[in-house]
Nanobody, 128 residues
Framework: QVQLEESGGGLVQAGASLRLSCAAS????????MGWFRQAPGKEREFVAA????????YYADSVKGRFTISRDNAKNTIYLQMNSLKPEDTAVYYC?????????????????????WGQGTQVTVSS
């Protein structure tokens, strides 16, 4: 099990930017595909973005493509989600997740069941 801790959430106005971080507790993180998901009140958790262990494959949900950027710094055991041009519909709890069961995957996936380690989440609220 790898422990994940998100940070960087907050309350911002529409059009603003935020950068989320997710720190992992183990160096084995470097072998894992990592993802960001979000869950708005009354809605199911949904995929946002994913990145493979090397950064060679990145995948975004259509709703955030062109506005959000996922990246990772394996030396710091951390992934990031840069969120620009935020909209009220981006309001949600954001979770990072790790796929530790299939290390060194060549492609990033966007299905919740592919990820077996989850953080506690960080709240992002975008006001109109």
């Amino acid at each position: 099990q790898v422990q994940l801790e998100e940070s960087g959430g907050g309350l911002v106005q529409a059009g603003a930017s935020l950068r989320l971080s997710c720190a992992a507790s183990q160096r084995t993180f470097r072998r894992y595909t990592m993802g960001w998901f979000r869950q708005a009140p009354g809605k199911e958790r949904e995929f946002v973005a994913a990145i493979t262990w090397s950064g060679g494959s990145i995948y975004y949900a259509d709703s955030v493509k062109g506005r959000f950027t996922i990246s990772r710094d394996n030396a710091k055991n951390t992934i990031y989600l840069q969120m620009n041009s935020l909209k009220p519909e981006d309001t949600a709890v954001y979770y990072c997740a790790a796929d530790s069961l299939r290390p060194l995957r060549p492609l990033a996936g966007g299905t919740i069941s592919e990820y077996d380690n989850w953080g506690q989440g960080t709240q992002v609220t975008v006001s109109s």
